[in-house]
């Protein structure tokens, strides 16, 4: 059985605790968090510690499933992490994982251990597919849409306008310019064309509701270049109606092959996803059972989801997976 | 640059020199045939050896990638080539894929070389694709449809039928099905739930229609489990609509996370291929590249697409994609 920790309990850190527990080859040692742990009541009951101790417990945890998030929390926590244990995180600030990474490298590679970073959907099972497609398909062009789904990021920028109580933003991407891409016409498609956003926003009494939509549709690089539209409703309304955290998108590459380009080829992959943290998490286990396999055979170092041998994710063995799989 | 070498010159072999040629760090090598070199004119005129001389260029080749089929051709060729040369194959007959991994694994670690087999779409990108989603949702169900896609197999069952002068069969994914699939109730589907066969037919002058159309319908293995139509059609009607040779098809997973599965999520992996040969020649040369690159770091024995890393596909390098693609 590999040993897992998970560090951080937020959504994240509920749904790998869900994820290890519904895998055959794994146990959960515990959660680490920076809360007081007698505080923290945990889904499945397990054993719950202060982040201040966790190297105490190197030698009982084989990987660590980092649940913090982007901003802050994982560029400190991940490298200083990777020196003594094998570790996973969700990184997901594209234009940072470069440097995240080879901060991590340096730290895995100093403690002789194996880090897999920026594991999850977007950045993870979208890059993988970007980079499959491009591979087989190189004379093409690849394009990513988000969506139907919750932006965190944007329902709190919403949140923050004068007169908003409450906010849940989902981010809608463009029928027509799905069926464009698929055409295999390569658009260049703008910001505006490809994805819409839709807001739903609880006011306080007596806000200025014109003043508070015109705010959020002007506002500069979350919504003005989009077409953005606002209703306006209650508090029930919205916990009703917009309490879950859905998510997905489209991965599309269309290319040509050919002497001379003749035909035309469409590879798609798509996600529908009823709760992004648990499926962001369960990617997260697939992938420490992954670290903790390659470690145990002498890979230190940072890894992205490039690096790793698809059967590695599995808890099958290598005839089982030929024999049912391929 | 990698030395590639096409052994085998029918659609698959000329997809596969295009691929190369479509490649940066590749060059292709020459092809190597059973018919007579001289006979034989290429696409982008490289070399044509005979068969029977491969093993005199040994030190000139990388990689082979063996275009051969899979009823007669693959189990002999490929470990008979594996012994030799890092190869590709693209062994298709999914109940024998185990064996034919067992044959070339045996003769790829005598002679010290790379034999990644089954390589293509289906086995292939879709294998790939069913590993990751059950990974990642090990609590769910799998399905993988194919279409709207030319069957050579079928077609030429057709052809067999007295008083047909050719044909052309089109394997067709049922909607409803590919739709209840899609709303994770996990249905159990009949052969006759998932797919329709279409059959456009050229009868010889004179044939009797009515039984062949009935000789169709009723043809076991083939076509009695199926809703069949049939279309009789000139030979100018079919070279003319029905020339290409398209093909692709569907991998879709549903799964539940959640502490006690509240959550479902929906995983859909979709080819749409205008040329199926070269369609499956492109995945070959992606991964040619990375057998000569698994080989030259010391790996030996056979593989599949499931125990390759994705960085290992692409030409570019690890920075590069961490950027660019992550």
Redo the contacts between chains.
């Keep these: 059985m590999i040993k897992v920790a998970i560090a951080g309990y937020g959504n994240l850190g509920r749904?790998a605790e869900?994820?290890v527990?519904?895998?055959?080859d794994m146990e959960l040692y515990g959660v680490f968090t920076r809360r007081d742990p007698a505080s923290l009541k945990t889904?499945?009951g397990c054993e719950v510690y202060s982040m201040d101790d966790i190297l105490n417990h190197k030698d009982n945890i084989d990987v660590v499933i980092i649940c913090g998030g982007s901003a802050t929390d994982l560029p400190v926590q991940t490298p200083a992490l990777a020196r003594h244990f094998n570790v996973i995180d969700s990184f997901d600030t594209?234009a940072k994982?470069?440097e995240h990474?080879a901060n991590t490298d340096a730290a895995a590679n100093e403690g002789g251990k194996c880090a897999i970073i920026?594991v999850g959907w977007d950045?993870g099972?979208f890059?993988?597919?970007?980079?499959?497609a491009?591979?087989?398909?190189?004379?093409g062009k690849d394009y990513t849409f988000w969506g139907k789904g919750v932006s965190q990021g944007h329902s709190d920028a919403i949140r923050r306008v004068a007169g908003v109580a409450d906010a849940r933003q989902y981010t809608i991407p463009v029928d027509a310019a799905l069926d464009a891409v698929?055409s295999g016409t390569c658009p260049e498609l703008t910001t505006r064309e490809k994805h819409l956003r839709e807001c739903f926003v609880v006011a306080e009494e007596g806000a200025d509701l014109a003043r508070i939509e015109n705010e959020i549709k002007t506002m500069p690089n979350y919504f003005a270049d989009y077409d953005t539209t606002v209703h306006f409703i209650t508090a029930e309304e919205l916990k009703r109606d917009h309490a879950g955290i859905p998510h997905g998108g489209f991965v599309i590459r269309t290319g040509k092959?050919?002497?001379n380009g003749?035909?035309?080829?469409?590879?798609?992959?798509?996600?529908?996803?009823?709760?992004n943290p648990?499926?962001t998490?369960?990617?997260l286990v697939?992938y420490a059972?992954a670290a903790a396999r390659m470690n145990a055979k002498g890979d230190n170092g940072a890894k992205?989801?490039?690096?790793?041998?698809?059967?590695l994710?599995?808890?099958c063995d290598?005839?089982e997976?030929?024999?049912r799989?391929?």
């Design positions: 749904g869900c994820a527990k519904n895998s055959t889904l499945t594209h994982i470069p990474f920026s950045p099972m890059s993988l597919n970007r980079l499959y491009e591979a087989v398909l190189p004379n698929r092959t050919g002497l003749e035909n035309s080829h469409v590879i798609e992959y798509s996600l529908k996803l009823d709760s648990e499926f998490a369960s990617v697939a059972r992205t989801v490039l690096d790793v041998a698809p059967a994710l599995s808890p290598g005839a997976l030929r024999k799989l391929v």
